[in-house]
């Protein structure tokens, strides 16, 4: 009877089996990877908006450079258009302007955050499964 000898791949794949079994830490990684994938592709799409209102805050903001100082200015408030002097008018776009650079400050910041922990999950992950898992989107 011939003993067959295990060559270095065998005991790799052998031991790789048992040790790649899915426990519980792992799936735990896994579904936070997951939330936090779904989540960072939300502040994204809430990032692209924000950036898109900041866009045409400054885009208003030349347009009024141009108006008459005695002018009213129809300004938009809520779902209304109020007429408003100029001077007022631009005091209340610069409001918005900073809450809007405020606001695409801390998703900036979120999102720094959160690729951050996905970085190391995609490392502890990728370092306990190698190649039979994927966690490229």
Known sequence: MMHRMLSKE?????????????????????????????????????????????EDL?????????ADEDELVPYKIGDAFFHLPLENAQSLLSSSTEQIDSDVSG?????????????????????RFGRSINLET
């Open 107 to 127: 998703l900036e910041d979120k999102l720094g955050e959160l690729r951050e922990e996905l970085q190391q999950l995609k490392v502890a992950l990728y370092a």
């Open 58 to 66: 400054e885009e208003i903001s030349t347009e009024l450079e141009l």
């Open 10 to 54: 065998d005991e790799v794949s052998a031991a790789g089996t048992e040790e790649n079994e899915v426990r519980r830490e792992d799936q735990e990684k896994i579904n936070r990877f997951s939330r936090l994938h779904q989540r960072e592709t939300m502040l994204e799409e809430m990032l692209k908006g924000k950036q898109k209102d900041k």
